[in-house]
């Protein structure tokens, strides 16, 4: 076997099956060969038709196109891939390290925090409104920061898998807010009690929640899932055999921090600056540009071509990257620049008319409607490209650091942008 197959046969584990050799089944099919001892070959079958012959004779996978170039380089390759695969499917990872734990531990404390709502939204609170208030405040800080914590850890997770499944987290959060966009405009219609509409609302979150709790913990019987979460642990190790482990575990960190963030920091601030244009625009201001040609109410204009185009657009961007991913890594950040337009579209357009000193100039409903839709779509587009050519960036080691480091740069991309939002409000004032 040539050099590069010596490489390659140090990420893979060979394992024995009932004392039996695997590498006895290695030089394709012979006398003496697992297969031919096998009644299913005598018998002239081609299928296993039970447990203990699937065990044996599983076929190879195909998984992804690195694993798959390896396995076809060689007969020991393949053998290799069916025993991987094999302990993998025997052997369910019932450990995810730190990103698990924190995990489950968020949608827990949601999930609590959501039932202490819906109790206390029952509760009769006129007698005490600044105690309800503080209340109020502290829940949403907690159920905030309990969201932090799992969307970074998502991200983290889902790191080490091909692009798509990046962006179906992306899409996930999109697709959410559509299905309360749509939602909100039942609610309007249909003008049902506030505090009853609050409670159907915390109670649908619930059992979400509850069925995304269940849901991670059926990923770890996945097959695909471990396969790709065993090559990472195994590229893991072999960085950490050539490691220096005297190096203080802070140093350790900060120098994985440093090697990634050196790779990807381009698009860690291409994802900061699509959700800064994004929240310094929406809903700040796009919830307050008013028609001035198409005659209805406020209410259902906001509802509509605010809240549900913005994220129904969104949502569509993110799923159009499964088809077009372009530009590559090195220039999407050209498309994130481009995006600064809808600054003085949306500005400059019928925002806040009662208020503004400002010159409108943008004053046709479709200028309005055009922009919404090309600012969401950009939005919902740029973002997933964005997270998802940044694990791919660097090492499958460092995949899940690379993930939280854009989760980190998309939270600040948000807080940065709902903060700076408020300064429309006093430059149309000030014009």
């Known amino acids: 076997m040539d050099g590069g197959g010596d490489e390659d046969m140090k990420h893979v584990r060979l394992t024995r099956f009932d004392k039996r050799d695997p590498m006895s089944s290695l030089d394709g099919p012979s006398d003496g060969s697992i297969w031919h001892q096998s009644p299913l070959f005598k018998n002239g079958a081609y299928e296993p038709s039970t447990n203990s012959e699937r065990e044996h004779f599983l076929?190879?996978?195909?998984?992804?196109?690195?694993?798959d170039g390896m396995a076809n380089s060689a007969p020991i390759h393949r053998s290799s891939t069916e025993q991987l695969i094999a302990e993998m499917e025997r052997n369910t990872p019932n450990d995810r390290g730190k990103l698990g734990v924190r995990i489950v531990?968020?949608?827990?404390?949601?999930?609590?925090?959501?039932?202490?709502?819906?109790?206390?939204?029952?509760?009769?609170?006129?007698?005490?409104?600044?105690l309800f208030f503080w209340i109020t405040i502290a829940s949403a800080v907690i159920i905030n920061a309990a969201v932090g914590m799992y969307q970074n850890s998502m991200y983290g997770l889902v790191a080490v898998l091909p692009m798509k499944y990046t962006n179906a987290v992306i899409l996930g959060n999109n697709i959410s807010g559509t299905l309360v966009a749509v939602t909100n405009i039942i609610v309007?219609?249909?003008?049902?009690?506030?505090?009853?509409?609050?409670?159907?609302?915390?109670?649908?979150?619930?059992?979400?929640?509850?069925?995304?709790?269940?849901?991670?913990?059926?990923t770890g019987h996945s097959r695909f899932y471990r396969h790709h979460v065993e090559l990472s642990k195994l590229k893991k190790k072999e960085i950490q055999e050539k490691a220096i482990h005297q190096d203080p575990l802070l140093k350790v960190l900060g120098k994985s921090f440093g090697r990634v963030m050196k790779k990807i920091w381009h698009l860690a601030f291409g994802v900061f600056f699509t959700f800064f244009i994004t929240l310094v625009l929406f809903p700040a201001v796009v919830s307050d540009v008013k028609p001035l040609q198409i005659k209805m109410h406020d209410d259902y204009?906001?509802?509509?071509?605010?809240?549900l185009f913005f994220n129904f657009f969104a949502t569509l961007g993110n799923f159009a990257t499964e088809f077009v991913r372009w530009p590559n890594s090195r220039w999407v950040n050209v498309l994130v620049i481009l995006r600064v337009v809808f600054v003085p579209l949306m500005v400059l357009g019928n925002f806040r008319?009662?208020?503004?000193n400002l010159p409108v100039y943008f004053n046709h409903d479709a200028i309005f409607i055009g922009s919404v839709i090309l600012f969401a779509f950009s939005s919902g587009y740029c973002s997933s490209l964005l997270m998802m050519y940044a694990p791919k960036?660097?090492?499958?080691?460092?995949?899940?650091?690379?993930?939280?480091?854009?989760?980190?740069?998309?939270?600040?991309?948000?807080?940065?942008?709902?903060?700076?939002?408020?300064?429309?409000?006093?430059?149309?004032?000030?014009?």
Do not use: Q
């Not at 109790?119 to 009769?124: G, N, P, Q, T, V």
């Not at 204009?301 to 809240?307: D, G, M, P, R």
């Open 59 to 67: 076929p190879p996978v195909k998984l992804d196109p690195g694993w």
């Open 105 to 130: 531990t968020s949608i827990f404390i949601m999930i609590i925090m959501f039932v202490f709502t819906v109790i206390l939204a029952m509760m009769d609170t006129s007698e005490w409104p600044e």
């Open 188 to 218: 309007l219609v249909l003008s049902p009690d506030k505090k009853t509409s609050a409670i159907y609302y915390f109670v649908v979150a619930i059992l979400i929640l509850m069925i995304a709790f269940d849901a991670y913990f059926l």
């Open 301 to 307: 204009w906001t509802a509509v071509f605010c809240f």
């Open 353 to 356: 008319p009662e208020l503004r």
């Open 393 to 431: 960036c660097v090492s499958l080691h460092d995949a899940p650091i690379a993930g939280m480091i854009m989760a980190l740069f998309l939270v600040l991309g948000i807080l940065a942008g709902i903060n700076c939002s408020r300064v429309w409000g006093y430059a149309i004032k000030a014009g």
